[in-house]
């Protein structure tokens, strides 16, 4: 059984303080919550007080970044290790936000993983076509290349430490969300090639993969009907203590 996950990604939105109001609302609305693992990313300068005021929560804290190189001169860069000690247990990889403004490739993706994993943090790589690729039927060949390209020379054995997010970039920021039948087949072909890739079914069974692009209250409980999307990853919906929590429980 794949526990769901649900995480909020803030963006480049919240300073330390409203990130604080918004913590402190959303703790009490989330508290019941036995079954979905929850996970905020705030941005860099947040990182450590949504860590503290979550402590002993379900609640587990993301970076929406990590460089590849444990320390060394790179000008606004941030390292695994540093995000551990601030209380990170996650980062988010090759959101396409960053693959499209901060020309990340397959190949630095691939290294930010592997940094993750080194340094103990979950990474939750992400993944997804364009409309441009979708309306040219090349969703399947993208997020195949993407998959293999980002989990280069990651063995079986680390599976249950990582996490895909599939997210359609045509269904980011957009409103528009994938159709929960146009989501379950791109996950379903993720996991078998997860299976075919590591020529470990189980290995890929163990995977959680998220569906992001604009997932709302109203939205999430039937893409969570799918069997093969484990949760969601959110960007707009989850700046709203309210509107974050009722999607948390989606049940
Ligand atoms: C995201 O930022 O990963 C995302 C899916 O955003 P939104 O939910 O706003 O589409």
Redesign the pocket.
């Known amino acids: 059984m794949r526990t769901p996950l649900i995480a909020g ?1 803030w ?1 480049m939105y919240k300073t330390a303080a409203e990130a604080t109001a918004f913590v402190r609302a959303f703790l009490p609305m989330v508290a019941g919550v036995a079954d979905v693992e929850i996970v905020l990313a705030p941005a860099f300068t947040s990182l450590g007080t949504v860590a503290m005021l979550t402590a002993g929560s379900r609640i587990a804290v993301a970076a929406q970044n990590v460089h590849f190189e444990t320390e060394g001169a790179f000008t606004g860069e941030v390292s695994a290790r540093m995000l551990r000690e601030a209380g990170v247990t996650h980062a ?1 990889v090759g ?3 960053r693959r499209q403004y901060f020309a990340e490739t397959d190949a630095s993706v691939n290294l930010k993983v592997k940094a993750a994993l080194a340094g103990g943090l979950t990474p939750i790589l ?1 993944l997804g076509e364009t409309l441009a690729e979708r309306e040219a039927d090349q969703t399947f060949t993208v997020v195949e290349r993407q998959l293999r390209g980002g989990l280069a020379g990651i063995p079986a054995t680390d599976a249950g430490l990582l996490v895909i ?1 599939y ?1 359609p970039v045509w ?5 528009r969300t994938a159709t929960p039948e146009q989501a379950q087949e791109v996950h379903a072909l993720l996991r078998a090639l997860l299976g075919a890739f590591w020529h470990d079914d189980a290995a890929a069974a163990s995977v959680r993969i998220l569906y ?5 209250p109203g939205n999430v409980k039937s893409l969570m009907s799918q069997p093969d999307i484990d949760g ?7 700046l709203k203590p309210d509107s974050f929590a009722e999607i948390v429980k989606f049940r």
């Open positions: 990604n963006k988010i959101h396409s936000e992400c997010a997210e269904a980011i920021g957009t409103g992001g692009g604009s997932v709302n969601g990853l959110v960007g707009g919906a989850s």
